[in-house]
């Protein structure tokens, strides 16, 4: 039999000699091969045919259409990222590669967190990525914020009848018959803040028939950090189903220290025999892009407010000059409308940390609460005092303290994820460093560099970890004959380089990716193809 030598260069692939039929589509070659179960990577080669894994045993000749060399290089699962925020964008045509991800090596994504999607939103957007194609895998959760907005309409401070909260139930069944993980909810946002444990309890569940998950964007992660994690493992302990903490940290001055507490009462919990377990994104600060502007509240109408603010005519500063209009600001900013959602209600003073100001740089790293103090005056009108005085955006941040993103990074129940959103290198959009480096960050920095993890813990985390809890059993590993979602990093350059002033740059070092089979991003290219697939939950097996 003739072999087949084919090798990639400068994209194209060149036949050294041709022979059978049954030979690979792509064999990787020479690479470490790390599995994403957490053991050490060996040097070895994996091929690639009909869109799925073949292992190459050692010393085995096989016949390959295309070679890739990966010496040198790491040859990891696909990248699964259980809480992100770019399926709604990706469903447009324009931005359906997922850039931002794909780059960093994600191949699956998790939508819907924080209680977003009902049943009709998941078919809507899983009928748009088979139209456009989509660049990652996309799989769902149903939530509590949309089936509870769905079903009771604009009258959402108060508890749902018995009627209501059987229509609620019956949305959470139908979103995981169409394949959903589990349920999320955003307990700090409207609705969800309207609601009580029992009702996230009652719908919760609804899941465990499927063998589904919970995952929360607690109530209260900054006035009662501690509080809100227990109501979340106690819905999933009632529900009898496994509870995520999402995007778990530590917001605050007047939290520092909390983390320890926090570790311990996770680490009992499962001592006990209770699945819960966490994800995270590794920066010091949280929230998307804020400025002081966007973080007060005019009317309490998101839509409405957030209309004023593109308004050119819309004068903040004449707003803040009025001594009336001023108080009402606070008012609303401090305490939401009728007991509604705001950002300073949320995060408050002592969390909301400066990390960006052309007018007054001498001033990045400072919170609110500590220019106050020193000022003599309170943290509203410091913010008001900024905003009247500043030419450019003052961009502020949940603060988080370094000491405490580290020491929850090493739990071994705690997973990478990004909360990130969508970003592309077309363009110059507002957002958080974690949308383009969040998996490059954690394998750069906190491995290569800190050495705070072993690689293949780092990659555990960041694979067959989150995609066996959420029930995605045939990604996040290495083996035999499943999907070929494959990342090829190189281990000495890899990288974030996003910041908080430029959130937008790529990262580095992501050599190689695969969805299906199907690459991607190839020598550090997009290559333009979609082959992503709506992943639907996979019975335990």
Known sequence: MMMKRVAVIGGLAACLSCGSSEELDILIQGGTLIDGTGTPGRVGDLGIKDGLMVLVQPGISIDAKQIIDASGLVVAPGFVDVHNHTDVFIANRAARLNEGFIRQGVTTIVGGPDGAHTPNQIRDLIAAFEDNGVGTNVAFYVGHNGVRLQVMQEDQRRAPTDEELAEMKALVREGMELGALGLSTGLMYEPGLFSNTEEVVALALEV??????????????????????????????????????????????????????????????????????????????????LTLTSILVFTGDPRRDAEMREDPDFDIKAKLRDPDERAQLKETSENGVDGGFAWIKAIGYSSLRIVSSEDFPELVGKYLSELAEERNTGGFDVLADLLLEAEHPVEVKGGIQEEAVQKLLVQPWNMIASDGGYADSATTAQGHPRSTG????????????????????????MTSFPADFVGLRSRGRLAESLPADITIFDPETIIDRSTYEEPNLMPKGVVHVFVNGVAVLRDGELTEEAPGKFLPREMRR
């Open 438 to 461: 969040t998996f490059p960050r954690v394998l750069g920095h906190y491995v290569r560099e800190k050495k705070l993890l072993s690689l293949p813990e780092a990659i555990r985390k």
């Open 208 to 289: 465990k028939r499927f063998a589904g998950v919970y995952d929360s964007h607690i109530r209260n992660p900054v006035h009662d950090w501690i509080a809100s994690n227990q109501e979340a493992m106690t819905i999933g302990e009632r529900a009898g189903i496994g509870a995520k903490l999402g995007h778990i940290k530590e917001v605050g001055l007047h939290n520092a220290g909390l983390v320890d507490e926090m570790i311990a009462i996770v680490d009992a919990a499962r001592a006990g025999g209770q699945n819960v377990v966490s994800d995270q994104y590794p920066y010091d600060a949280a929230a998307g892009r």
